[in-house]
């Protein structure tokens, strides 16, 4: 499987099974990102702002996919969702590889959230904080989960991201194993176990 970091928490997914979009963002909604304009079988967003669901970005295919989809449901916030709503885990397997995309998730996992995540090859993880867990918060569950390959989302970086969120180097301190690719997109399939997997931002 190829997976592809298109800035912010969208992420392409492209392998036998088809290709598979997880939260586009609208132009104009996150700072120094705009999106490309996509063709995808299949799109999915964990909730409904337009930083992740710029579904518009997205020409469909019309071909159906091959790709498992698992839903979990938690909260963009601490307080059961009254804050930010509602926020949507996705779980996708496809040619051996299961991805776990956590979106905008704002709170720690319970026990049966994590059972239903499991041990997945690659891990997307929200790392800014301000909207969604912060970087301790995101180390403590990204070693809960122990996938194979953890990848940091949703941060700030030189020139992208909100201010009012976290840089990088808040996660990646807190990490080992830290691997910096040349590149925007990753085979899993390429890296140890246990790796933190920085990708580069391509604006």
């Not at 449901?73 to 509602?86: I, M, P, Q, S, T």
């Not at 912060?134 to 991201?161: L, W």
């Amino acid at each position: 499987m190829k997976i592809t970091w298109l800035g912010h928490s969208c992420f392409m997914l492209e392998g036998a099974e088809g290709t598979l979009v997880l939260d586009p963002y609208s132009d104009g909604s996150v700072p120094g990102w705009r999106l490309p304009e996509l063709k995808a079988d299949a799109v999915l967003c964990s909730h409904g702002h337009a930083d992740h669901a710029g579904v518009e970005k997205v020409k469909l295919s019309g071909r159906a996919h091959g790709y498992g989809i698992e839903a979990v449901g938690c909260f963009h916030d601490g307080e059961g969702g009254a804050l930010r709503g509602e926020n949507i885990i996705h779980i996708i397997t496809g040619g051996g590889v299961r991805v776990a995309h956590l979106g905008d998730l704002g709170h720690g996992l319970d026990s049966e959230q994590l059972a239903r995540i499991g041990r997945p090859d690659v891990l997307l993880i929200p790392v800014g904080g301000h909207f969604t867990i912060d970087a301790a918060q995101a180390d403590a569950i990204a070693r809960e989960i122990g996938a194979r390959v953890t990848v940091p989302m949703h941060y700030r970086g030189e020139g992208f991201g909100y201010e009012v969120i976290g840089p990088l180097s808040d996660f990646t301190a807190l990490r080992d194993g830290v691997v910096y690719a040349d590149s925007n997109s990753f085979d899993p399939a390429d890296y140890e176990d246990g790796a933190t997997l920085v990708l580069k931002p391509v604006i």
